[in-house]
């Protein structure tokens, strides 16, 4: 499954430049569009303009492979860092006794009266009453 996103992200990416590519070569060479084919200066316009952009995502693709790997390590030490500074910061701070009694909370309610309750009327009572 994960493999699959990968591949997706892969193509999505491939498109975004690709599609990027195409608009910027389409709007600098393409001058005349009443031909359906090209002419000989836009065939080699276009050819000069796609392979610049690809010799240059070719060189950028490059310089990131070669600078990921530092890139990764730096991370990978901030985070050990990081890491080692959690458990300094706990030990300054004291976890509460588990013998210790717990804070109470007082409660808002008061006890039921018990003796202002309302009488119960059993049920045949009240049907007559409401009959007269």
Request: hydrophobic share 30%; charged share 20%.
């Amino acid at each position: 499954m994960e493999q699959d996103q990968q591949q997706i992200r892969n193509l999505r990416d491939f498109l975004l430049v690709y599609n990027k590519m195409t608009d910027i070569c389409f709007s600098r060479c393409a001058s005349n569009l009443n031909y359906r084919t090209l002419t000989m200066d836009e065939e080699s316009c276009l050819d000069s303009c796609a392979g610049k952009l690809i010799r240059s995502n070719h060189r950028l693709m490059g310089a990131y492979v070669k600078l990921m790997p530092t890139i990764v390590q730096r991370r990978l030490a901030e985070y050990e860092k990081k890491a080692g500074e959690l458990p300094q910061a706990a030990e300054g701070t004291s976890l509460p006794d588990s013998n210790a009694p717990l804070p109470t909370q007082q409660s808002n309610l008061q006890p039921a009266d018990t003796n202002q309750q309302a009488p119960i009327t059993p049920p045949s009572e009240v049907t007559a009453s409401s009959r007269s």
